[in-house]
Structures are given as C-alpha cells and as structure tokens.
C-alpha cells in the first residue's frame, strides 16, 4: 500500500526526498504564493491606469485587453521558473537550508516582476498610447 509520500515501509525523510515528494512540497509552496504574485502585477497595472487616466483612456478597448491577457499569461509563465531552481536546490545537498530560505527567490523575483511590469508599462507602453 502506498501512501501520498510514497510507500507506507519507507521513513518520512527517504519518502520526501522522492520525485513524488518534493514536486508535492514544491507545488504546496509556489502556488499558494502565486495569487499575491498576481495580486501585485494586477495592482501595479491598476495603479498605472488610474494615475494616468485620461492617458490610458483610447488603449481601453478589446485588443488591448487581450494583450494584457498575454502579457499575464507570460508573467505566469516566468513564474514557473522557481520551479527549476526549487527543485533542483531540494535534490541537492543543501536541502533543509534551501526549505527554510527559499522565501528570498520568492522575495526576489517579486522584486524583479514589480521592476519589469513598471518598466513595460512606463517605457514600453505609455509612450505610444494615444
């Protein structure tokens, strides 16, 4: 019989250190962090629009929409990148640290993600609204 960490005569540490648990603790981590991710690109976009309004206000039609869709679903996509760092560091030898300071790669790409949305939206985008 088997269990969702693996089988029920192996110890926690051999189950968690199989493919199956640590994808399952990777997931549990990440996506529970990916609404805020979300949240924080969906407010800085908001914030940009109502700050500059009247701007904005020609590019609030259908295409646009479906480009911010785009971009959002590009975002996501940049996210799953933790996943390759997050798993690679859980097979490594440097396991338990990595458990415990992954939150900084988390930190971090927020950071990242906050630079490169206002970026996009200041030097790629506002300039050519009319």
Same mark, same amino acid.
């Given at each position: 019989m088997t269990s969702d960490l693996g089988p029920?005569? $192996? $110890?926690? $540490?051999?189950?968690? #250190?199989? %493919?199956?648990? +640590?994808?399952? #603790?990777?997931i549990r981590y990440w996506e529970a962090r990916r609404i805020p991710y979300n949240l924080l690109l969906t407010g800085i976009v908001v914030v940009w629009i109502a700050w500059t309004w009247p701007h904005f206000r020609p590019a609030a039609t259908l295409n646009s929409l479906l480009a911010m869709l785009v971009l959002a679903v590009l975002a996501n996509l940049c996210y799953c990148s933790a996943y390759v760092a997050d798993l690679a560091m859980q097979y490594s030898h440097?396991?338990?640290?990595?458990?415990?300071?992954?939150?900084?790669?988390?930190?971090?790409?927020?950071?990242?993600?906050? %630079?490169l949305a206002n970026y996009w939206i200041a #030097?790629? +985008?506002?300039p050519y609204v009319r």
């Open positions: 029920a005569n $192996s $110890s926690p $540490s051999a189950a968690h #250190d199989s %493919l199956r648990g +640590i994808m399952t #603790d990777a440097y396991r338990n640290s990595w458990v415990r300071w992954r939150w900084g790669l988390w930190t971090f790409g927020m950071l990242f993600a906050a %630079l #030097d790629e +985008i506002f």
